[in-house]
């Protein structure tokens, strides 16, 4: 019995686990009302706390677990212990990290959906509809492509990574003081570069946010023309915003208001992406044909960063690698509340259709008509009415 003292353990941390994910389940609207808010200040003082250095603790603290299990495990083989016992207490730590995580930031996931906060309304929309919203971005995208700082071959050559994490909090600054959002209005500490970068990018991996350290990460490899939408994605991860694709949603925003031309082609040039790649593999002859339509309007220059973009990934990336890091990626996703696991990254798409049909196609529509004034006589047909007076 003694010997299981571990699992034993390892099991009441995860029935503690298991009854906070239950509670966030049944009781979302209170958890919507109460806990984002108060997450959000507490992620804000770890922020600050962990900006005091420039390296990740969350990294520095797995190395040291890495290193007492290693440790620990040598020692009970050459003094010929119980390894089983051992594994147990392994199995406890992790179940006892995985709990802080859930208490400190994982119920975000059953809060409400960043839609709701913003008060828009996200409806099912039709293929011609997402067409219109795609060459929507793409023009938009096209026209910062040609504003942003390039090298002799072409390249966008954004600014340096510290100071694309510096300008990331005015976009959401702006969201929140000057748009009344405010869902908002988190930490803006700047975010830090992901260590060990080369294994992130093996895996796909673009960015990473700690809710125990209150650290939000990014990989600083990735494309010049990624970085600020990502900086913007992760920094909202850190404002108690979970789900993959209300934290996409929240980086478009964003970027897209902040004053830097980077951070705003950035933003535009994503959500073409995302919009892109739902048209292109949608299965409607209708579709194909706009997704051509489409694709033959992309400037030269934006041409040039979707293929610097693409080819980065796929020269870079381990397909094992990448495939174990999904694998684990989807199961935590699904494992806290998001049922679309990685899937939820694309359904971003959703609200920027709904956010072009809102902010870009209804204001086109409306018409500004005169107040109609019954007092003057020259907006009102007198004719046949008996002792009118008319002109």
């Known amino acids: 019995m003694k010997y299981l003292w571990g699992y034993l353990t390892a099991g009441i941390f995860g029935a503690i686990t298991w009854v906070l994910m239950q509670f966030g389940q049944r009781f979302s609207t209170l958890v919507d009302m109460v806990y984002p808010y108060v997450v959000r200040n507490f992620q804000g003082i770890l922020a600050q706390w962990s900006g005091g250095v420039d390296f990740l603790l969350w990294q520095v603290l797995a190395?040291?677990?890495?290193?007492?299990?290693?440790?620990?495990?040598?020692?009970?083989?050459?003094?010929?212990?119980?390894?089983?016992?051992?594994?147990?207490?392994m199995l406890a730590i992790v179940s006892f990290v995985y709990m802080i995580h859930t208490a400190m930031f994982g119920l975000n996931y059953y809060a409400g959906s960043l839609s709701d906060d913003l008060r828009m309304e996200v409806s099912r929309y039709t293929v011609s509809e997402l067409a219109e919203a795609t060459?929507?971005?793409?023009?938009?995208?096209?026209?910062?492509?040609?504003?942003?700082?390039?090298?002799?071959?072409?390249?966008?050559?954004?600014?340096?990574?510290?100071?694309?994490?510096?300008?990331?909090?005015?976009?959401?600054?702006?969201?929140?003081?000057?748009?009344?959002?405010?869902?908002?209005?988190?930490?803006?500490?700047p975010v830090k570069a992901l260590g060990w970068a080369d294994m992130y990018t093996s895996m796909g991996i673009t960015g990473f946010t700690c809710g125990i350290t209150g650290e939000a990460a990014v990989n600083p490899q990735i494309p010049d023309v990624a970085l600020p939408f990502t900086i913007c994605h992760e920094m909202a991860h850190r404002m108690c915003i979970a789900p993959e694709r209300d934290a996409n949603f929240a980086a478009f925003l964003a970027a897209s208001v902040n004053d830097s031309v980077e951070f705003q082609y950035s933003a535009y040039f994503m959500a073409f992406r995302y919009c892109y790649n739902v048209l292109a593999t949608a299965n409607s002859t209708e579709a194909a044909a706009a997704a051509g339509r489409v694709s033959s309007g992309i400037s030269d220059q934006m041409r040039r960063d979707?293929?610097?973009?693409?080819?980065?990934?796929?020269?870079?990336?381990?397909?094992?690698?990448?495939?174990?890091?999904?694998?684990?990626?989807?199961?935590?996703?699904?494992?806290?509340?998001?049922?679309?696991?990685?899937?939820?990254?694309?359904q971003v798409c959703d609200l920027l259709v709904n956010w072009h049909i809102d902010q870009v196609v209804l204001p086109e529509l409306t018409v500004n008509v005169e107040p109609f004034d019954p007092y003057d006589e020259s907006k009102v047909d007198l004719t046949g009415i008996v002792n009118a007076r008319t002109q």
């Open 306 to 346: 979707i293929q610097d973009y693409d080819s980065f990934f796929s020269s870079k990336k381990d397909d094992t690698a990448t495939r174990v890091a999904d694998t684990v990626n989807d199961t935590y996703l699904k494992a806290s509340g998001d049922s679309a696991g990685i899937q939820s990254y694309g």
């Open 135 to 189: 060459e929507y971005y793409r023009d938009r995208a096209n026209e910062l492509a040609a504003r942003v700082n390039r090298d002799g071959s072409g390249v966008a050559s954004f600014s340096s990574f510290q100071e694309l994490a510096r300008q990331a909090g005015d976009g959401f600054h702006t969201l929140t003081y000057e748009y009344y959002y405010p869902v908002f209005a988190g930490s803006t500490e």
């Open 63 to 89: 190395v040291a677990l890495g290193v007492v299990a290693l440790a620990t495990l040598v020692t009970v083989i050459v003094l010929r212990r119980n390894v089983i016992s051992w594994a147990g207490w």
